[in-house]
């Protein structure tokens, strides 16, 4: 099993430009999730499904999309980039909520908006 | 969101040295999951505690849940330079989907 894969590894955006940031977990889990880390903030969930063709919004959703067209991906759109949303961003799959067991992350993106 | 501390921010000490890091919050938490994350890669899930009180042995690393599970902490004993990294610790709330999680103690564990 490849496990959580991401790409890009890294991306360079400028001011207004948008992306999406690809994301894919062989393991059939139902849930997945997406989350930024800034250096001092931790990590923080910013959108996250609980199935194929439901989504939801977690604590940092402003400026991203997202859409489960299958159980398998799970990609991540900047919509219009700004330099806040210069980050590491993670993708992650459990097999159930992320409360009630393990998560498993990608080896994350990194995304430098100038 | 309930905060979960974590301390020290951050940690430098000697192979073979002990250390314990802290995670504490005003809040019960469901249960805590504790993680390790290497430059470069995602968290990789250490242990999930569960039960006020209990004690998980992974190895040299010792994990506590307070009684009234509102904090953790880690032990690592004799530690080595394969220890080094970031933990993370992350709390269940009762209710709801999401991890609260600590900004991190960075450990470094030179030869």
């Known amino acids: 099993n490849a496990g959580v894969t991401q790409t890009p590894k890294f991306q360079v955006l400028k001011t207004g430009q948008s992306m999406t940031l690809q994301c894919a977990q062989d393991?059939?889990?139902?849930?997945m999730s997406w989350y930024r880390q800034d250096p001092g903030m931790g990590l923080r969930l910013i959108h996250y499904?609980?199935?194929?063709?439901?989504?939801d919004q977690g604590e940092v959703p402003n400026g991203y999309n997202v859409s489960r067209s299958t159980t398998e991906d799970f990609p991540l759109r900047l919509l219009s980039a700004a330099p806040s949303q210069t980050s590491v961003y993670f993708c992650?799959?459990?097999?159930?909520?992320?409360?009630?067991?393990?998560?498993?992350f990608g080896p994350g993106t990194r995304l430098t908006v100038t | 969101t309930q905060l979960l501390e974590q301390s020290p921010q951050f940690l430098s000490i000697q192979e073979g040295e002990n250390l314990t890091v802290y995670c504490n919050s005003s809040?019960?938490?469901?249960?805590l999951q504790w993680y390790r994350q290497e430059p470069g890669e995602g968290p990789v899930l250490l242990v999930t505690v569960v039960t006020g009180g209990e004690v998980k042995k992974l190895k040299r690393l010792t994990f506590q849940f307070g009684d009234a599970r509102k904090d953790s902490s880690l032990h690592i004993t004799a530690a080595q330079p394969g220890d080094t990294g970031l933990y993370l610790c992350?709390?269940?709330?009762?209710?709801?989907?999401?991890?609260?999680f600590g900004k991190g103690t960075s450990l470094l564990v030179t030869p």
């Open positions: 393991m059939n889990h139902e849930y």
């Open positions: 992350a709390g269940a709330p009762n209710s709801g989907y999401a991890l609260n």
């Open positions: 809040s019960v938490f469901s249960s």
């Open positions: 992650a799959s459990s097999y159930s909520t992320p409360s009630g067991g393990e998560q498993y």
């Open positions: 499904s609980v199935g194929a063709g439901i989504t």
